[in-house]
């Protein structure tokens, strides 16, 4: 006999929403590169559409799901990136957001399971995930994922003039 699974859109909604928005604000620290927030929301916008428009496709549940999650992650490498990476920089954001919804989706699987011993509602399982990301974040730039420092003071010194200004070092690229 079937079983009859009743899925709200709205609750579907939000849970992606808040789940990309944390995968791809992680993706962005692993990747080191500079997005506005406005462009990590768009992005989780729409690929939380995109998870909900794929339920309605006539095939068993978990395609859809994988279906959804293979276009949101590959919409949402092509609209965070810039239009400059090319080739590997797709594959590596889309590895690094598989990685990182492992890593988030593990964490708070082990933390229902094993610390708080219950059923998360739809309310605390958003902000656990916003806390999740929050914490991972902080630990990532704050010991793991070191930023050289490219801009340094510099004084110039012409016809008896002190010149101050802040000067790009040459990496040897």
Same mark, same amino acid.
């Given at each position: 006999?079937?079983?009859?699974?009743?899925? #709200?859109?709205?609750?579907?909604?939000?849970? $992606?929403?808040?789940?990309?928005?944390?995968? !791809?604000?992680?993706?962005?620290?692993? +990747? =080191?590169?500079?997005? %506005?927030?406005?462009?990590?929301?768009?992005? @989780?916008?729409? &690929? *939380?559409?995109? $998870?909900?428009?794929?339920? #309605?496709?006539?095939?068993?549940?978990?395609?859809?799901?994988?279906?959804? =999650?293979?276009?949101? &992650?590959?919409?949402? =490498?092509?609209?965070?990136?810039?239009?400059? @990476?090319?080739?590997?920089?797709?594959?590596?954001?889309?590895?690094?957001?598989?990685? %990182? *919804?492992?890593? +988030? &989706? &593990? @964490?708070?699987?082990?933390?229902?399971?094993?610390?708080?011993?219950?059923?998360?509602?739809? !309310?605390?399982?958003?902000?656990? @995930?916003?806390?999740?990301?929050? +914490?991972?974040?902080? +630990?990532?730039?704050?010991?793991?994922? %070191?930023?050289?420092?490219?801009? #340094?003071?510099?004084?110039? #010194?012409? /016809? $008896?003039?002190?010149?101050?200004?802040? =000067?790009?070092? /040459?990496?040897?690229?």
């Amino acid at each position: 006999m079937r079983e009859i699974v009743h899925i #709200y859109i709205e609750y579907f909604f939000l849970l $992606n929403f808040v789940f990309l928005l944390c995968i !791809w604000e992680l993706t962005i620290v692993f +990747l =080191a590169c500079s997005v %506005t927030q406005l462009r990590i929301l768009v992005t @989780s916008f729409i &690929g *939380a559409i995109i $998870n909900c428009i794929c339920l #309605y496709i006539p095939v068993i549940l978990l395609y859809r799901l994988l279906i959804g =999650a293979l276009l949101t &992650g590959i919409i949402g =490498a092509v609209i965070l990136l810039p239009s400059k @990476s090319r080739g590997n920089a797709y594959i590596k954001c889309l590895v690094i957001a598989v990685e %990182t *919804a492992v890593l +988030l &989706g &593990g @964490s708070i699987a082990i933390l229902q399971k094993f610390v708080f011993r219950s059923e998360f509602t739809l !309310w605390q399982m958003c902000m656990l @995930s916003m806390c999740m990301t929050g +914490l991972i974040r902080f +630990l990532l730039q704050k010991f793991f994922i %070191t930023r050289q420092k490219l801009f #340094y003071p510099v004084i110039l #010194y012409c /016809d $008896n003039e002190e010149y101050s200004m802040k =000067a790009l070092i /040459d990496t040897g690229n």
